[in-house]
Every structure is written in structure tokens, then in C-alpha cells.
């Protein structure tokens, strides 16, 4: 999302906003005289606020809802989502406390969000600052509508490092054909892709190298990453479960989909299946509290829930790279020979094995 800030001493209000590698800033507007200090801290924070709102619509889609009946989550995400055209109407020309000092207040994130704005600019009282901000909103609520669509341009690219409960099949197809074209360049999805629809991709091909592995290996797939990790040390945890569970599922989109929905939930303090994750952990039994003298840390995700899909990513792009190293050990040939014998099998492989992308 954008972050805004008030730059006192140069008179500013500047928006940074991350695009892939690091933070990217510019200038909304000058700050005139007439704000106060408190007012423009007031008007970033609101602007920040809105943001946040804006592309929670975009990482909490009404479709990743389990329902989209009337008053269930799903409805009121689609309504949220609904609001977008009223954003910039709001800035301009927000709620205000009537004669009696009563102020409307709308149960709309997005609807309100916009009109704290609006009230912070009319505290301010600057059609030039005004102007500036309602057209920064128009983009910021553009750039949420051009990831939405699958353009991760311009201000779009900051959908780069949020987690997504569902995946764009453009961005999942996308991410997929960048790895048919270099099966070991999965660092190039960092910072380019979608997350979420980029470790679908990567965890499809990751199956492949595992499968082409285990063939040339002549050993179990279950112990292809283990065996890569006694060469170079591997975030073994996440792989190893998105392997687990694609002999449950029927595609790789459901797998990670599922994985990423669960750790956002836990971000927000909510288990989505308690008993499941207790038979996960050797836990159904509940234990006898005599066995033990203190209390045994559990953990509730495999992905750090501040970040899953970028962290899933990350960790589905170092197992491939672990699966071509230990390959190389059972092949001749020079590093690009290998390199290029690695990639046509787990090219074919991954090409074999198409319908459980998505």
C-alpha cells in the first residue's frame, strides 16, 4: 500500500510506496501556509488510512469469500469493493458536522475512509492541495483496478509484496511462462509477479523438478528436498507441504491458494480449522497436561503470516534452485550442459503434468 508523510520543513505532503526492490516516493503536493503541523500529519495518516482500505479489496477479493449471500462476508467485500467509484467524490466533497454538531458516518470502509480524507483537506482549506490529493486518490484507486486486471505497472507494482487470498489466472499463467522459458530463474518472479499466482506457478514447477530428480536419483520424491539440503541449507518447511498436499489435491492453484488464505487468517488472529491443524502437529489427543511440565510452543503456519505469499515465493524459488544442485551430481557434463539438461526434463515434465496448475 502507499504510505504518506509530511515533509514539515520542505512543506510537503510526499507518498512513498513499495515497488519490488525498496521503497519508491514523490511529491503530492506543497503544503501551504495555512496548514498547521498537526493538520498535515492528520491529512498523511487519513491518506494512509484509505490506501490500506483500498488494497484490502484487492487482497481480500468478495470471489476468495466463502459466501456472497446477502450480509455474509463476501457481500460486504463486493459492496466495499463497489464503493471505488465514489472515493474521489467523497475526498472532494466530504460528510461534515451539521449546526448541531451530528456527523454521518458510513459502516463503509471505503466510503469513510474517503470522507476522512475530504474532512482532513477541509480542515486545511487549500484548492490547490485539494486538487492534487483527489487526483493522487483517482491514481491510487487506479492502480488497485490495473492489479485487479493484471497490469502490475506504474503504482500497480506495489502488489508485488501483499498477499493475496486468490489468484489472477493472467498472473498465474504469466509467472508460469516466464518459468518455461528459464525453469531456474525463479528469482526473476520476485518483485515482477503477484505472489500468490507466482507461487502457484513456481510450486507447479517445483513438483517437476522434484519428479525429474527423484527419476535421475532413484529415490523417493518425498526425499528430493532433504537430500538437496544436505548440499546448500533450504527453507524445507513450505515446499515440503505444498508437496504433501498436491497428493490431496487436484491442483496447485487450490494448494497455495489455501496455504496463503490460512496464514493471512492467522495474521488477523483466526485459525481457519483448529482440529486440522492439531492432526498436522501430533496434537489430536489433546496430551496428558501430566506429561508435560511446560507448555509447548505450536506453530499455527508454515509462512510468516505478515508476508505468506511473498515468503511462500521465496521459499518455492530456493527449493528449485536446491533440486538442480543436487541433479548435478548425478549427471555429467560442464555447469551449462547441466544447466541445460535440467531444464528440457523438468520442462517436459512440468509440461506433462499441465492440468494440475490450475
Given at each position: 500500500m502507499?504510505s504518506?508523510a509530511?515533509?514539515?520543513e520542505g ?5 512513498t510506496?513499495?515497488g ?5 516516493a ?9 496548514a ?7 491529512l ?10 483500498l488494497w ?5 477479493p468478495a470471489s476468495?469469500?466463502a459466501?456472497l ?5 463476501g457481500?460486504r ?5 463497489d ?8 475526498v472532494?466533497?466530504?460528510n ?13 470502509p471505503?466510503?469513510?475512509s ?5 474532512r ?8 490547490q492541495?485539494r486538487?492534487?490529493v483527489?487526483?493522487d486518490v483517482?491514481?491510487e484507486v ?7 486486471g ?9 502488489a ?18 516466464a518459468l ?7 528469482h ?7 505472489p ?6 513456481a510450486?507447479h514447477?517445483?513438483?517437476a523438478a522434484?519428479?525429474?530428480v527423484?527419476?535421475?536419483a532413484e529415490?523417493d ?5 532433504s ?20 497428493e ?8 497455495v ?13 483466526v485459525v481457519?480449522?483448529l ?19 511446560e ?5 499455527l ?8 505469499a511473498?515468503?511462500l515465493?521465496?521459499?518455492?524459488v530456493s ?5 538442480r544442485?543436487?541433479y548435478?551430481g ?12 535440467f ?6 515434465e512440468?509440461?506433462?503434468s499441465?492440468d494440475?496448475?490450475?
Amino acid at each position: 500500500m502507499t504510505s504518506y508523510a509530511a515533509d514539515i520543513e520542505g512543506s510537503a505532503l510526499i507518498r512513498t510506496w513499495p515497488g519490488g526492490a525498496g521503497l519508491r516516493a514523490a511529491v503530492v503536493s506543497v503544503l501551504p501556509p495555512s496548514a498547521g503541523v498537526e493538520q498535515a500529519l492528520v491529512l498523511a495518516s487519513e491518506l494512509t488510512d484509505l490506501s490500506a482500505v483500498l488494497w484490502r479489496c484487492y487482497t481480500h477479493p468478495a470471489s476468495s469469500a466463502a459466501s456472497l449471500e446477502e450480509n455474509s462476508e463476501g457481500w460486504r467485500r463486493q459492496r466495499e469493493r463497489d464503493s471505488f467509484s465514489t472515493v474521489a467524490r467523497n475526498v472532494a466533497n466530504p460528510n461534515l458536522p451539521d449546526e448541531q454538531g451530528l456527523l454521518l458516518v458510513s459502516y463503509d470502509p471505503v466510503v469513510e475512509s474517503a470522507h476522512r480524507v475530504g474532512r482532513a483537506l477541509h480542515a486545511i482549506s487549500d484548492q490547490q492541495l485539494r486538487d492534487a490529493v483527489v487526483a493522487d486518490v483517482e491514481a491510487e484507486v487506479g492502480a488497485v483496478e490495473m492489479a485487479e486486471g493484471g497490469d502490475l505497472t506504474g503504482r500497480a507494482l506495489q502488489a508485488v509484496v501483499l498477499s493475496r487470498a486468490g489468484a489472477n489466472p493472467l498472473h498465474v499463467s504469466a509467472a508460469h511462462a516466464a518459468l518455461l522459458e528459464d525453469p531456474i530463474g525463479g528469482h526473476r518472479l520476485l518483485g515482477a509477479f503477484d505472489p500468490t499466482a507466482a507461487s502457484v506457478a513456481a510450486a507447479h514447477w517445483l513438483k517437476a523438478a522434484v519428479d525429474v530428480v527423484a527419476t535421475v536419483a532413484e529415490i523417493d520424491p518425498a526425499g528430493v528436498l532433504s537430500a538437496a539440503d544436505d548440499l546448500e541449507a533450504l527453507p524445507l518447511d513450505s515446499p515440503s507441504e505444498v508437496l504433501e498436499l498436491i497428493e490431496f489435491s487436484n491442483t496447485m492453484y487450490r494448494v497455495v491458494v489455501e496455504m496463503v488464505g490460512d496464514a493471512m487468517l492467522v495474521a488477523e488472529g483466526v485459525v481457519s480449522d483448529l482440529d486440522d491443524l492439531l492432526i498436522q502437529r501430533g496434537l489430536e489427543d489433546g496430551g496428558d497436561p501430566e506429561d508435560d511440565d511446560e507448555p509447548t510452543a505450536t506453530r499455527l503456519t508454515l509462512l510468516d503470516p505478515s508476508r505468506p505469499a511473498p515468503d511462500l515465493l521465496e521459499d518455492l524459488v530456493s527449493a528449485i534452485r536446491g533440486c538442480r544442485l543436487l541433479y548435478e551430481g548425478y549427471v555429467h557434463g560442464e555447469a551449462a550442459d547441466v544447466d541445460a539438461q535440467f531444464c528440457a526434463a523438468v520442462r517436459a515434465e512440468a509440461e506433462k503434468s499441465i492440468d494440475r496448475l490450475l
